[in-house]
């Protein structure tokens, strides 16, 4: 049987589809997502809670999901909206359908929906609050509903995201596996501030190398230095990054003191740390396709994307800040590097899962950094 479903946006805006996933209803800002294919990996990776994720892509769930292409410990996502859901479900390393996933992480899905229209739409008028039901079809109430939701801007979604105790990855019981490189084992330990992180930047660093210690966002700067590490990763996470005041704190009293890597989240933390400023851009950076140029070699990268805020290169201080990355698409701010201390960032994910690896020689940067 099908389950009738529907996408509210604030402008008024509706889209009308059968539901797949759970039931009920769930609020979040519509933001689209370019990637062909790795929708489990955007399903749970942290950074996109507070949101619902249109695939830009036709076909979804084809392949199913398994228990190791996870990047979150569950799904954080508000949605999932797609043109056609597959129900067939065929890859050798498949262990469930997406939407059995979806219903047993209380994720609700739309199917059989125009996506490039919704996509199109999205680009011309920005991201907007929506709202996605299977119970409610009164379409003025939902617009209503749509417009008095939370939003994105001046929040800390971060709190939702980020882990409550102190690990070592790979976590004790962990049904996720770690990646040991079988050279230079834990010549490095890396403090990682856990804002959303995704499972892939620890295990990029455990393949160079690094003993990992995860900590939760709200850990105190001496407590982090308490541990000696040889370094600090500010990961990637979710919403405003303005809104995430004691990580912009944590960050500031830090720098000068240990080497400090910056992904995503953790670059514009860094940047407000910095003394610099961030904005909200019109629809947002998510995808598997983004070109960026390196501007110390002209070396264009292909780079994995998911944020919907930017740092202002005009806020940052050019006496210390080297603008390192540019955006190929819309000249955006994609990293950025101390000239004194050893500080660097990107605004893209190295690490990519799911996408191209061609900025993984990041890592190599920062191990190259500690050393």
Known sequence: MTRDAILALEDGTLFKGES??????????????????????????????????????????NYGVNAEDVESFKPFVEGLAVKEYSNIASNWRCQKPLADYLKENNILGIT???????????????????????QDFDEKNLVRKARDSQGLLGVDLVRDVSGNEIYAWPKAGSKVPGRRSAAARNRFKVAVLDCGVKYNILRKLQENGCQVIVVPAHTEPGEILKMQPDGLLLSNGPGDPAAVKYVIDTTRRLIGKLPIFGICLGHQMLGLALGGKTYKLKFGHHGANHPVKDLKTGKVSITVQNHGFCVDIDSLNKKDIEITHINLN???LEGMRHKKLPIFSVQFHPEASAGPHDAGYLFGEFIAMMS
């Open 20 to 61: 797949f996933g759970a039931s009920g209803e769930r609020y979040g800002e519509v933001v689209f997502n370019t990637s062909m294919t790795g929708y489990q990996e955007i399903i749970t990776d942290p950074s996109y809670k507070g949101q619902i994720v249109t695939m830009t892509y036709p076909l979804i769930g």
């Open 112 to 134: 059989g929906i125009d996506t490039r229209a919704l996509t199109l739409h999205i680009r011309k008028a920005g991201a907007m609050k929506a709202v996605l039901s299977t």
């Open 330 to 332: 819309d000249q955006t």
